[in-house]
């Protein structure tokens, strides 16, 4: 989708994933948490993946993390199908080129643990040091985070503060060397106050450090933080995807569209209160959110590299739009 010459570092091919639920009574329930989605991010550059809860984000996540498999379609690293690695080796380089960093930051060290051990390990295990190298490398990850060793090497993960922790968790990202940071709502448990300062770091570590990040995020307003380019989801499907730029300050789908105008910073409100036809805003919303949910044909590109996908007429029966809310 983006045009350049080299191999992008990830690209989904129509990745779609169905969850079977099945239910202790009533029959078996199908959700179709992505659907068709493909995506491109080329290495040492950031995307946004935008989208209200349930729309799919995180599942996106999960499945590049390689959490579980798609039900179809195919997720390259580096240009190899990532379902293609089989053998323990190959499964544990891929665990650490590609780290996850998820919405608690608390949820992910373990509480018995200091801060030492958290990046002991995986610097033993992955980058097999030892010794004053690995002291070395120990305090040189946490300085790489903006944490002060001296102070944070031998505190429990309760003793810092939530902005911290990430710092810590993105520490551990830094100490296997990884390529590719997903980060799940990685702001949104930590005070507003602090949210823009750990923003600033992973955006420092992409230009720096040259790590791709996958940032996913209910708040389209940060997406511009970190992310060259944004794709919005909704109910499965990318419904819009682009220099994200263009994307915030040019929506061209109705529902990025509705995205945008919850947000409270004037310099990014598209519209007011009322939607198009004048009805209150509350009605125009579900308007456009049931439009969305039907299956999307081919992009059109609307301006470089920015792509809107028009939604096919055939709308799905209701039983199965319910599936997607
Ligand atoms: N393991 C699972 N089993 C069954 N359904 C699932 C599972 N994981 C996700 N889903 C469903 O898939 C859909 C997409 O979920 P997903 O978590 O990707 O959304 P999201 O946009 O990340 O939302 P949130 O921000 O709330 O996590 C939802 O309807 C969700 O209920």
């Known amino acids: ?17 169905i969850f079977t639920l099945k239910p202790f009574f009533g029959p ?28 799919g984000k995180s599942t996106v996540g999960r499945a590049v993390a390689r959490l579980f498999r798609p039900t179809s379609g195919r997720i390259l690293f580096a240009g190899r199908d990532i379902a293609g690695l089989t053998t323990h080796a190959d499964q544990m380089s891929y665990l650490r080129m590609v780290q996850m960093v998820f919405q608690d930051p608390f949820a992910a060290l373990n509480p018995a ?6 990046l002991v390990r995986p610097l033993i295990l992955h980058r097999g040091l030892k010794g ?35 710092r810590v968790n993105l520490a551990r990202a830094l100490a296997v060397d990884s390529r590719l940071i997903v980060a799940d709502e990685p702001t949104s448990m930590l005070d507003v106050s602090i949210r823009r300062s750990v923003l600033d770091l992973m955006r420092r570590l992409k230009l720096e450090r040259g790590i791709s990040f996958l940032y996913i995020t209910h708040d389209i307003a940060t997406a511009h933080y970190i992310a060259e380019e944004t794709a919005v989801m909704f109910a499965g499907q990318i419904v819009e995807y682009g220099p994200s730029a263009s994307v915030i ?22 519209t007011g209160g009322r939607g198009e036809q004048g009805q209150p805003f509350s009605m125009h919303a579900e308007t456009v959110r049931n439009s969305s949910r039907r299956p999307v044909g081919q992009p059109a590109e609307v301006a470089s590299g920015h792509f809107v996908y028009h939604h096919l007429d055939m709308s799905p029966p209701m039983g199965d739009i319910a599936q997607h809310a």
């Not at 068709?36 to 991010?41: E, F, G």
């Not at 300050?249 to 598209?270: C, E, F, G, M």
Request: hydrophobic share 35%; glycine share 6%; charged share 25%.
């Open 1 to 17: 989708m983006m045009g350049e010459n080299f191999p992008p570092l990830l690209e989904l091919q129509n990745v779609s994933k």
């Open 132 to 166: 004053d190298a690995l002291e070395e490398a120990t305090r040189q990850t946490l300085v790489d985070v903006e944490l002060d060793p001296d102070v944070t090497l031998d505190k429990y993960p309760h003793e810092l503060s939530g902005g911290q922790r990430q």
């Open 113 to 118: 643990h200091k801060i030492r051990h958290h």
């Open 249 to 270: 300050r040019n929506p061209q789908h109705p529902y990025t569209q509705l995205l945008l105008s919850a947000v409270p910073d004037p310099a990014v409100r598209i």
């Open 28 to 55: 078996e329930k199908r959700v179709e948490a992505l659907r068709n989605v493909s995506l491109t991010l080329q290495a040492g550059r950031a995307l946004a993946i935008v989208g209200e809860s349930g729309s």
